[in-house]
């Protein structure tokens, strides 16, 4: 069964990728002379081109529209995982009732970051300097399309800011969803890291370990990170083909304060859109 880790783009989803993966394989990286990131791609994201590729009917030369692809995310599951397993995946999808069940998924950890700073990083790592531009694009409740071609793969579900948010609250009522405030990880790592690892010794049985904690806390901090992604050690950096170059992933982090960047106007605009679910998380 799927342990979830999701979230909308740019709300520290990898970090916590890090974290989790370095208490998996624990033991693994203890043997090795220095911390890398090798065990990060073991949480890999959903939806891929692959994951489709197993069950969608030949030929996919096309593109399919939104409501022809709604079933291959749980057929997917049902007839590629092994229900007695269980399985990490990573996720920015919006949460919707054909995307997964109380069969196919154990649990999931949602990590929610103020729209402010999502929308000052999104704009980083996809080096666009225009923030009305990604405003729009946080703003947006576009359900996405399936393309295939030799060389290109589209599959985007994030919804808006708010409805991504709100959809893995809906999902609580399917299984386990636990809440993790990107800026409560970042204050109190070991706090919030705890709490993380104790939801998941009760839904999966994962042994609680409080040593371990304290060092994957510590390989596992933000500057430890961007020193490691400038070695090369971070092969999510890379491009995709016709992308633009981008930033350093690891960039700013928690250091990063949208008052800094934002015009008042925007940071108000910001603030009426999703004013419900901000309130919600407490983010006023």
């Not at 593109?63 to 995946?89: G, H, S, V």
Request: aromatic fraction near 18%.
């Amino acid at each position: 069964m799927i342990v979830w880790l999701a979230s909308y783009p740019k709300s520290g989803n990898t970090w916590l990728r890090s974290l989790l993966s370095n208490y998996l394989f624990f033991d693994q990286y203890r043997k090795k002379t220095e911390y890398d990131l090798s065990y990060l791609k073991v949480i890999n994201q959903f939806p891929q081109a692959e994951h489709f590729f197993k069950v969608i009917e030949k030929p996919y030369n096309k593109n399919y529209k939104f409501d022809e692809i709604r079933p291959l995310f749980k057929l997917y599951q049902e007839k590629c995982l092994d229900n007695k397993k269980i399985y990490f995946y990573k996720t920015h999808s919006a949460f919707f009732e054909e995307f997964t069940c109380n069969k196919l998924t154990k649990a999931a950890i949602y990590i929610i970051r103020d729209p402010r700073n999502v929308l000052t990083s999104y704009a980083d790592h996809s080096a666009v300097s225009d923030f009305n531009y990604v405003f729009n694009f946080l703003s947006n409740d576009y359900l996405g399309t399936l393309s295939f071609s030799n060389i290109n793969f589209e599959c985007e579900n994030f919804q808006s800011w708010d409805r991504n948010v709100k959809s893995w609250i809906k999902a609580k009522k399917y299984f386990k969803v636990l809440f993790v405030k990107y800026e409560d990880l970042a204050k109190d790592t070991e706090k919030e890291f705890c709490k993380i690892i104790k939801f998941l010794s009760k839904v999966i049985h994962m042994p609680f370990d409080k040593n371990k904690i304290k060092s994957v806390i510590e390989n596992n901090h933000f500057k430890n990170l961007s020193n490691l992604e400038a070695k090369g050690l971070f092969c999510e950096t890379k491009n995709r083909e016709g992308q633009k170059q981008r930033k350093n992933f690891f960039l700013k982090g928690s250091d990063r304060d949208f008052k800094k960047d934002l015009s008042p106007e925007l940071i108000g605009n910001i603030s009426a859109r999703f004013k419900d679910t901000m309130n919600k998380f407490n983010y006023f």
